[in-house]
């Protein structure tokens, strides 16, 4: 009988542990199908970039930058007619959206063509807030290819039709790291979209035109 027991306690730790590896390896199966290229994006209305680090003097991390050139190259080729820098605001001090705007603005983006997303803490916040602030039902979302398939599932999961255009430009230091993490996000992810909660902040409907 203890035997029988330990096996039964053994066997479900295994599956538990397997769980999020088996989740992600699922996510990036379904959703990696909905991945295209700036060339080949179709016409959409909004671009979505995701935040990422940015340096004390405003700065921005190697994967923004990239993510944020990305959605350019989207907005010159016509693909997209606004750009939604999504990211952290959290402090006076710390301002994603709007070092990502200024750079936009710097490489000739139109001001009136971005706009800033202040609430963007964390994915699942970023896709919350573009079907619920900003009205969003599709959206080309940008960022790099390991983040993409969890970005993709959490938007189509929220109500938003999304595809994805992956902003590799280069190899990234700490790629093994990103991608070890992906497997708790992912899980986590599975977790947020069922509980459903508000993002973070909320706030008024904002249009975007």
């Known amino acids: 009988m203890a035997r029988k027991g330990c096996l039964t306690v053994l066997a479900i730790a295994l599956v538990l542990g397997a769980t999020p590896f088996l989740w992600r390896e699922i996510v990036q199966r379904y959703y990696g199908r909905y991945i295209t290229t700036v060339e080949e994006a179709p016409r959409e209305q909004v671009a979505i970039v995701y935040g990422a680090a940015v340096y004390g003097n405003g700065r921005l991390s190697t994967v923004l930058r990239d993510r944020v050139e990305t959605a350019i190259a989207l907005y010159e080729r016509g693909a ?19 070092a990502m705007m200024a750079y936009a603005i710097a490489r000739g983006v139109a001001e009136a063509d971005i706009q800033p997303d202040y609430g963007g803490f964390r994915t699942y916040d970023s896709c919350y807030r ?3 602030i900003f009205g969003l039902e599709s959206a080309i979302l940008v960022t790099q290819a390991f983040h993409l398939p969890r970005a993709i599932f959490t938007c189509r999961a929220l109500g938003v039709d999304a595809i994805g255009v992956a902003a590799d430009q280069r190899p990234y230091r700490g790629a093994e790291w990103y991608e070890t993490r992906e497997t708790a996000a992912s899980f986590v992810a599975l977790v947020d979209v069922i509980r459903r909660q508000p993002a973070t902040v909320m706030g008024d409907p904002i249009v975007v035109e």
Request: glycine content about 10%; hydrophobic content about 25%; charged content about 25%.
């Open 80 to 98: 997209v007619d606004t750009i939604i820098m999504s990211g952290d605001n959290s402090s006076p001090d710390y301002n994603e959206p709007g």
């Open 130 to 132: 573009a079907r619920h």
